[in-house]
């Protein structure tokens, strides 16, 4: 946690295509994160605990390294576009473990139970 608030501008991915891990867990950031697609070697993705709202970014689907996911308690809706689950380790990709809160609609999601998933 670094008390970091406000929205992520998507320049903040421009330049880091190389990054492996980000890690916003238990913030104040708010709004959507478009662009995030774009960090092409993201192993794992901590943004838990946030305000991020709108839909799952579906350019999540582009980072073909992903890992983990831990989008959950945030104020996500929608549902989880099927580009996010062709990442599962089950379907061939590399992604073990996504999490998103309770109400947003996914079919390849790790379970959810309305507490604090281990990270």
Known sequence: MN?????????WFDGLGALEVLDLDSNFLRGGIE?????GE???????????????????GD??????????????????????CSLKDDTGGSLVKLAVDCHVGCACCSPCFGLALEH
């Open 35 to 39: 662009g995030i697609g774009r960090l």
């Open 42 to 60: 993201l192993r794992r993705l901590h943004m838990f605990g946030n305000g991020f709202e709108g839909t799952v970014p579906a350019d999540i």
């Open 3 to 11: 008390l970091l608030t406000g929205t992520v501008p998507t320049v």
């Open 63 to 84: 980072l073909t390294a992903l890992e983990y996911a831990y989008l959950d308690f945030n104020n996500f809706t929608g549902t989880v576009a099927p580009a996010i």
